[in-house]
């Protein structure tokens, strides 16, 4: 079965440094990827997606996500921390073989912003 | 434009109660999902919905039950109120489209078993 890993379950950075989020998946086969986030007590807001194409997948607030297929890997990041990126994020992947189009969820990252 | 909308936001519920929480969507998606998350486990998928008059088991199925009688409208229903029910409920909703559609959500109920 499909599942997602996120690497901490809390991260701390300063303002103004980079910002890294790991996400890995298992799958023989290449799912579709996206990054939620969840600001506190509201849902979740689609943050960017991987479908097909390129890597490189740039979402919205200034974060960016990198698909490597031979790494299971599709990490978040930022170049540099705002107050405002303090959230939680999550982790997802869709799987092709399943077709009621459902998500495997990460556990998700609490990302805390140091002034 | 509303989105998906949950009612009700918050709720507090004594042991072996009963409620029914609603999410309603606008968008016309034929997808829709009930989860439930709790602190360090994610997101869990309760039922899901593939269109009108259709419902299917997720994850944690247990204690829980839902409709979808309008494409608009799924409810999640809890028969008798246990205290592990304590959680942050969300609702999506999804086109149906494709693997690469995301999922919109509601802001969740927030629901306390006492």
Redesign the interface.
Known sequence: AQSVTQLG?HVSVSEGALVLLRCNYSSSVP??L?W?VQYP??????LL?Y??GATLVKGINGFEAEFKKSETSFHLTKPSAHMSDAAEY?CAV???RDS????I????TKLIIKP | NAG?TQTPKFRVLKTGQSMTLLCAQDMNHE?M?WYRQDP??????IH?S?GEGTT?K?EVPDGYNVSRLKKQNFLLGLESAAPSQTSVY?C?S?T?T???????????TRLSIL
């Open positions: 379950s799912p579709y996206f939620y007590n509201q849902g979740l807001q689609l997606k479908t097909t999550f869709s799987d092709p009621n189009y459902q998500l969820w990460g556990a998700g | 998906v997808y999902y360090g486990m994610g997101l869990r998928l899901y593939v299917a997720g969300f999506a999804n149906g494709g693997y690469f559609q995301p999922q919109h959500f509601g802001d969740g």
